[in-house]
């Protein structure tokens, strides 16, 4: 167990060892938020780079790509010929989706693809939430995450991890005012004052420091005083394995941004660009110097001002006006720059909306791109499959580990007719075996939708596998009941309507009317409104009525086709016998 001051001291060295890769971490974030100021002395202090920011450009659309697909867990069955067994094995494929769900794990696998591209990093830690009774993910900084060394680079979970962040003394103040009070060093602060947090995770802790005050010798004594590292927070780790998780991307030994080698080329062009904006207004507003004559004193009068129109004057010499030239090859210096940009960060001119002069069709064009794009999209895409297995790994841990023994129930997205499901985490849980895998990983969805359907109907692939692929899809289950009651339904109207055209069919007009009632009135479904009427009918035709009735009228339906009750048999008597020699013809 490491004391807070032990967790200091390694945070400190592991400080030290990553310095150089947070500053060009500093450098990327500086350049992806534009806040670049070009060094010239003739532009304004607070001048911004006039040219394309490409490296936000290629960010946000090779983060969109990576993300415009949502991965699929998949956990086997722990017999294959147990039916508890399987339905066990969906039920925790629905739960881990729910988990997901409620995470909103779309939207921060958005985030996490810029984090993963930008600073080649994507840190997230999973904790349980009392609120919810759920595990939820806590995205974290790259700039602020020290995580242990490992042998296994391709390892996504390391040993233990430190975070930093950063409150005001206000909120120290009222969340651990009495434990802070005269102890820890404070200085001189106002309600706003920055103090450094750090939160270190392991298997078998979790703590929670604060960084004193700086000592400034400026401050008297009293206000100097005070511990330099105090310890808030200290629980310890029920779930036994650590609950960060720190993919990194593939690189030959440390940690790179895929945009890391464009800025010293995003700056020189900017430069470039502002060299030029210079030499424009100077041409513009040229220098002007007064020459004198031989032999005569120079003297000013009126200074010429070509806007208002005003002369100006001058006695005893000449005015020289000194023209400036850009220099000819300076548009061909941006553009190739430009070019080389593109070439280093993979930013095709499509990432614009453009597209190369040495097109000329679709498919070189749709080539252009995948060569350029879908293996580093692949890539990405298999590094956060890697990093979410771990994870869920450890969501199931804190979910049995704080809500093990708990009956609790969640929404299954997407379904319509199931409401929620109940499961009891410890029973549910067998075993945190599963896979996680993008269902064709390098392919957005447009594309991803395309080659679906080229291989079903090459007969390559079946509808099935088809519908686990598509990302539009939650429950590929459900969706295969919905489409099989969609056919039957279908096939159910179709019949009505074909049998409805016959005048001696089943369905007379009053039939029909309760039918069409039934559904558009009532909102039944159709099978029920189907159901109903055919009870009517078989109700209609067992119960007999009086002779001459109306009930055994046929009305607008054709006689003996079952719209009408059958007669009641006649009653004993001469009436009765008469009317049955009548009927035999007697």
Known sequence: MRTI???VALYNHRRRILGPVHDQMQAVRELARGDVIVPLNELDANARASVANLLSIGLDQMSMRVASTMPTPYFPPMKEASQRSKDLASLRKKTMISFWDHNRMNMKLRRRSRHLLGYSTSP???KPCFRTNMPKWHLRNP???YAAPSDDLDNPVPDDVIFTYRKPYQWLVAMYGPMIDGKLRVGDPDPDTMFTLIEYVDAEHMVIGVLGAPDDPMLPPAQRAGMEVMELERVNNRTGMPMAVVPQRITIDQPRGQFDDMLGMFYTRARLQALTEIAIERGIFPDEYLVARPGENPELIQIADGKTGQLGIVKGGDLQIQQVNPGYKTDI??????????????????FGGESGTNIRTGRRGENVLSATVDFRVQEAQEILASSLLEEDKVAIAVDKAYFGNKQKSFFIPGRANVDKADYTPNKLWETDFHHVSYSAAGSDVNNLIIGLGQRMGTGMMSKESAREADPLIDDPEMEHDRITSEGVEAALLASIQQQAAQPDGPYQPADLASLVRKVMVENKSLFDAVAEVDQEARERQATEAEQMAPETM??????GMGAEQPAAAPQGGAGGLGALLAQLGG
């Open 143 to 145: 700039l602020d995450t």
């Open 333 to 350: 210096a941006l553009d190739r720059i430009e070019r080389q940009e593109r070439l280093e960060g993979a930013i095709p001119a499509e």
């Open 124 to 126: 997230v830690i999973v």
């Open 5 to 7: 001051e032990e967790i």
């Open 554 to 559: 046929p009305g607008l339906a054709m006689p």
